[in-house]
């Protein structure tokens, strides 16, 4: 899409979309199209509805945002219009903000805009329309309204990254895909990417990642990316759960296994994000790190009984290789703290069928041993319509974790408290840093949505983290 924010001259050739607050319906109505006598049974601005209506040989197309719309309503009501309506544009859009919107609320608009282009039809003879030429004016009485663009642009091309990451199949998104997608980040961005192979893994220490690596084709890599910026005001570490298929392994799955592509969810989320830090040059310091690895079966494949090492030093009884998760971000997470000293860590992970148990797919679940870091990432997501919820981390359901054989065990073998005890096991290897944050993204990285059949990438986590980021600052 090419964007022009307030062109002198006005095309009438447009589609003109008017975005409608159902409280200032009639003044919007006024103000634009000269009346206001659309019937309210015909439309009143409520959110989600829209009217399209010709007139003097223009399209009109009235979208109702509601009555204080959240960022997360604006984005989708805007989403929806290349998505549902697209038989509406042709070469050239005209989006038309009254005075009334806010700069985030015209960012939510844009984003959600470029994000209707996104469609999962990768590998069909007919190709999905390509909106890569339309014309799209802006008019808004915001100043500075083409950095206004421009940060929209980059904000919906990270999410659709992360769209993109989890939809493509696993015999495309494989762990050295995931590496190489990294590195040319790096040389797009001029950051630092490591992608570590097997023999340099086995160097670091990086054992329980090389466990769960053990029985796939697919050579794992682990993925480590530093964005630096001179004007940082603290230092950020995150770490992705880069399982690129799930299929169990040897406690192999009975159920939904075709979902299991979407298990490096949190890693996209962590690139995609990591991709956008870099584009907007966010004032902080970022170290991301994503282990990428397939979990699967071969007669090399780690053994449910099997003692472990990681590289925080701790021996792990594997009780079920389908805890692979956890083992991963063990040693990214050991990793990470040993060798970059960041003030805060989060990792994301769609680590347990618990947390969706818990609590569907409404949030992600939140555990955090700093109030700060944890009020923080609620009210981020709150305000970008990607919500945690925070859940326990006492020392007792960390004594579910105890091996008699080993330093801990991946499962406790019950049926109860699975997101809890999951979250206890990766704690055991952050050497208790001060402020570490793990969002169990289960329920909220992959689902079923208005924009397609079946489940899709949701990129929970690339706005979450970007609003957090930039509210500290
Ligand atoms: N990737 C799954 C968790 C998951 C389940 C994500 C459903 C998205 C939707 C994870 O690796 C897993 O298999 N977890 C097990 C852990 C159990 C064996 C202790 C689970 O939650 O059942
Ligand atoms: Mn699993
Ligand atoms: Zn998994």
Redesign the pocket.
């Known amino acids: 899409m090419q964007f022009k924010t307030n062109p002198k001259t006005f095309s009438t050739l447009a589609l003109r979309i008017i975005p409608v607050f159902e409280e200032n319906t009639a003044e919007i109505l006024t103000s634009k199209l000269g009346f206001s006598g659309i019937p309210s049974s015909i439309f009143s601005g409520k959110k989600d509805t829209s009217y399209t209506l010709e007139l003097e040989g223009q399209v009109i197309l009235l979208v109702g945002l509601g009555t204080n719309p959240e960022y997360k309503t604006i984005e989708n009501s805007f989403r929806r219009i290349l998505s549902k309506n697209s038989s509406l544009v042709e070469k050239l859009v005209s989006i038309d903000f009254d005075d009334n919107f806010s700069a985030d609320q015209i960012e939510a608009a844009l984003v959600g805009f470029q994000l209707g282009s996104y469609s999962i039809g990768f590998y069909k003879k007919e190709k999905p329309k390509d909106y890569s030429k339309l014309k799209v004016e802006i008019i808004t009485v915001i100043d500075k309204s083409k950095s206004l663009t421009d940060r929209a642009e980059k904000i919906a091309s990270a999410k659709i990254e992360a769209f993109k990451l989890v939809d493509l199949p696993p015999n495309k998104i494989t762990p050295e895909y995931l590496g190489d997608w990294a590195k040319n980040l790096g040389k797009k961005s001029k950051l630092d990417v490591k992608v570590f192979d097997v023999k340099k893994a086995k160097s670091e220490g990086l054992e329980a990642f090389l466990a769960v690596g053990r029985g796939s084709a697919k050579d794992p890599k682990f993925i480590i990316i530093e964005y630096r910026h001179p004007k940082a005001k603290f230092h950020l570490g995150l770490v992705g759960k880069g ?1 690129t298929f ?1 299929t ?1 392994g040897l ?1 192999i ?1 009975t159920q ?1 296994m075709h ?2 592509k ?2 490096m969810g949190g890693g996209a989320a962590v690139l995609a994000t990591t991709q956008l830090i870099a584009e907007l040059e966010v004032h902080v310091n970022l170290t991301a790190i994503v282990p990428a690895v397939e979990n699967t079966i071969d007669k090399e494949s780690f053994l449910p009984s099997e003692i472990i090492g990681s590289h925080a030093g701790l021996s792990i009884e594997v009780i ?1 290789t ?4 956890r083992l991963i971000l063990a040693d990214g997470l050991s990793y990470l703290i040993k060798n970059y000293k960041t003030d805060q860590v989060i990792d994301l992970a ?5 947390s ?1 148990g818990t609590f569907g797919f409404e949030c992600a679940a939140l555990f955090c041993n700093d109030g700060n870091l944890s009020h923080g990432l609620q009210l981020a997501g709150e305000e970008v319509g990607e919500k945690s919820w925070p859940l326990p981390l006492w020392e007792n359901y960390g004594k579910e974790m105890e091996s008699e054989i080993a330093d801990i065990k991946n ?1 406790h073998g019950k049926p109860f408290a ?1 997101a809890i005890t ?1 979250a206890k096991f990766v704690q055991a290897f952050t050497h208790n840093h001060p402020a570490w944050a793990h969002l169990d993204i ?1 329920g909220v ?2 689902g079923d949505g208005e924009f397609s059949k079946t489940k899709t990438g949701t990129a929970y986590g690339v706005s979450l983290l970007l609003r957090y980021i930039e509210n500290q600052l």
């Open positions: 399982v799930d169990g406690n799955k939904g979902h299991m979407s298990d079920d389908d805890a692979e998760g769609t680590l347990t069928g618990s969706i499962f699975g999951a289960a990285a992959f």
